[in-house]
């Protein structure tokens, strides 16, 4: 099965700031078959990007993600308080599919 | 509004199973496809299987293929998912979700998960 593996485990930053986040697959992913979430404490995850690069309903633009093939990445142009919680990559190009262990994004 | 209601928390002894249900609304029931996916302690997320709401066609993760099954009840707009042969290592968090396209695709909407404690 496809290991997907987020760098950072933590980042720590302040607001307003900008946050990368990074997920590397095990083997290529075909085209759009990436997503992101955000989970907050006691949560269940929101979805933000769907198909490497497309925001989902109502997901503010600071919010942008990119990729192809093993690397891809989320960034959080200008953090604001609310985006301080941890995020998963997830592909759903191969069954089963598999999410990576999570970037937390925490207030410095 | 998209919303995802699920059962109460289940605490069972090892070797027993577990039966969760999801409710749906907002939505056409039928015209999409629902996930499950849980979540352990320190642990990744861990996708179980997903069912076409409209056939009841299903897919499950090979890593649970003998021991989950989904299913669905259209006339109740609600989802199932039981696990047999619990062990303390199924000890989690409990999600289904709606797939955001068809069938193999993103999550959407998501319940707001159901805690399965496993313990003698």
């Known amino acids: 099965e496809i290991v997907l593996t987020q760098s950072p485990g933590t980042l720590s930053l302040s607001p307003g700031e900008r946050a990368t986040l990074s997920c590397r697959a095990s083997q290529s992913l075909s085209v759009n078959t990436l997503a992101w979430y955000q989970q907050k404490p006691g949560q269940a995850p929101r979805l933000l990007v769907y198909?490497?690069?497309h925001r989902a309903t109502g997901i503010p633009d600071r919010f942008s993600a990119s990729g192809a093939g093993t690397d891809f990445a989320l960034t959080i142009r200008r953090l604001e308080r609310e985006d301080f919680a941890v995020y998963y990559c997830h592909q759903y190009d191969t069954s089963p599919q598999t999410f990576g262990q999570g970037t937390k994004v925490e207030i410095k | 509004q998209v919303q995802l209601v699920q059962s109460g928390p289940e605490m069972k002894k090892p070797g027993a199973s577990v039966k969760v249900s999801c409710r749906a609304s907002?939505?056409?029931?039928?015209?999409?496809?629902v996930h499950w996916v849980r979540q352990a302690p320190g642990q990744k997320f861990e996708w179980l299987g997903c069912?076409?709401?409209?056939?009841?066609?299903?897919e499950y993760s090979h890593n649970f293929q003998d021991r989950v099954t989904i299913t669905t009840d259209t006339s109740a707009s609600t989802v199932y998912m039981e696990l047999s042969s619990l062990r303390s290592a199924d000890t989690a968090l409990y999600y289904c979700?709606?797939?955001?396209?068809?069938?193999?695709?993103?999550?959407?909407?998501w319940g707001q998960g159901t805690l399965v404690t496993v313990s003698s």
């Open positions: 198909a490497t690069g």
């Open positions: 979700a709606r797939d955001g396209y068809s069938f193999r695709y993103y999550f959407d909407f």
């Open positions: 907002g939505y056409t029931f039928t015209a999409y496809s």
């Open positions: 069912i076409k709401a409209g056939t009841g066609y299903t």
